[in-house]
């Protein structure tokens, strides 16, 4: 399984960017997809879920502002973030099946 994110960058407060999660090795239209985000000197914490049917969750604190999807025909999983906050900057990883990760995007917010 390869999980390989993309799509982070530095921001203003209140923009916005979209990461990408290409994935291979795994029967991606039937999994659930997650993102996941570290800040330094946290934990790492759940962000978003996107089920096999298009079922979402969102961790509270994203709610309203992030939005996942996912293209099964290219095999990708998306975070659109919108009205981004500097408590937002982080590393966003990219999780299937519980045990495979990506090797993490950096969004850094700036006030």
């Known amino acids: 399984v390869q999980l390989v994110e993309s799509g982070g960058g530095l921001v203003q407060a209140g923009g916005s960017l979209r990461l990408s999660c290409a994935a291979s090795?795994?029967?991606?239209?039937?999994?659930?997809m997650n993102w996941f985000r570290q800040a330094p000197g946290n934990q790492r914490e759940f962000v978003a879920r996107i089920t096999a049917g298009g079922s979402t969750k969102y961790a509270d604190s994203v709610k309203g502002r992030f939005t996942i999807s996912r293209d099964n025909a290219k095999k990708t999983v998306y975070l659109q973030m919108n009205s981004l906050k500097p408590e937002d900057t982080a590393v966003y990883y990219c999780?299937?099946?519980?045990?495979?990760w990506g090797q993490g995007t950096q969004v850094t917010v700036s006030s």
């Open positions: 999780n299937a099946l519980t045990d495979f």
């Open positions: 090795g795994i029967l991606f239209s039937v999994n659930p």
